[in-house]
């Protein structure tokens, strides 16, 4: 396995399932992100883990809780979504380095649908 | 908060015409990127820009960084099919381990 791998790549769910996302870098980087993707819409950070630190956007809601056990992986616990979130949500890495070059690597995504 | 305006939201060309996208940002930036997503895929990493008046090319792709690092441009000479995408440019926030990204311009080349 090279690069950032997500699973599922599609998930239906309905509104009162719980549900998680998950995300795995194989590039040795110590960054981690989930960023959402609507239609028509820039590309939303929701949260990084970086250096054993988590930042988060406040205007993610709470359904949406991040989980990040080690610098590889990275989960997005998702729970009684709204059928507004659906989106595709991508997973990215990134080196962190003292000069500030920040390069980000996605994965392919999760397409969620929420019913 | 820094905001990262990117125009045209969309552009149509005919194939071997020019396009030309514009990225402008609120704050000065220490490094300006670029990515592309092709339809149905996900963002992949074109190019970073750092120095002020930096100009980098790829083939026929050609960026720009400004003078006063607050706008960035990237042109593509003579567009191909495979040029179809959404660009998007990215530059750092308050903290370099987090990019806001431009709403992207849609490009579109018909063949």
């Known amino acids: 396995e090279t690069g950032v791998t997500q699973t599922p790549r599609h998930l239906v769910m309905g509104m009162t399932n719980k549900k998680s996302l998950k995300c795995e870098q194989h590039?040795?980087?110590?960054?981690m992100y989930w960023y959402k993707q609507s239609a028509k819409k820039p590309l939303e950070l929701m949260f990084v883990y970086s250096l054993e630190e988590r930042v988060e956007n406040n205007s993610v809601p709470s359904r949406f809780s991040p989980e990040c056990p080690n610098s590889s992986h990275l989960f997005l616990h998702l729970h009684t979504l709204q059928p507004e979130d659906s989106a595709l949500y991508l997973c990215?890495?990134?080196?962190?380095?003292?000069?500030?070059?920040?390069?980000?690597?996605f994965g392919a995504g999760s397409r969620l649908t929420v019913l | 908060g820094q905001q990262v305006m990117q125009i045209p939201q969309y552009q149509h060309v005919q194939e071997g015409e020019d396009f030309t996208t514009y990225c402008n940002s609120s704050?000065?930036?220490?490094?300006i990127q670029w990515y592309k997503q092709r339809p149905g895929g996900h963002p992949v990493f074109l190019i970073q820009?750092?120095?002020?008046?930096e100009v980098k090319k790829q083939k026929r792709l050609t960026f720009q960084f400004g003078e006063a690092k607050k706008n960035s441009s990237l042109h593509i000479t003579a567009t191909q099919t495979t040029d179809v995408g959404t660009y998007f440019c990215?530059?750092?926030?308050?903290?370099?381990?987090?990019?806001?990204f431009g709403s992207g311009t849609q490009l579109t080349v018909l063949p």
């Open positions: 990215a890495s990134s080196q962190v380095t003292v000069s500030g070059a920040n390069v980000l690597t």
């Open positions: 590039l040795g980087h110590n960054a």
């Open positions: 704050t000065t930036l220490s490094n």
């Open positions: 990215a530059g750092p926030c308050w903290s370099a381990r987090q990019l806001t």
């Open positions: 820009l750092v120095k002020s008046g």
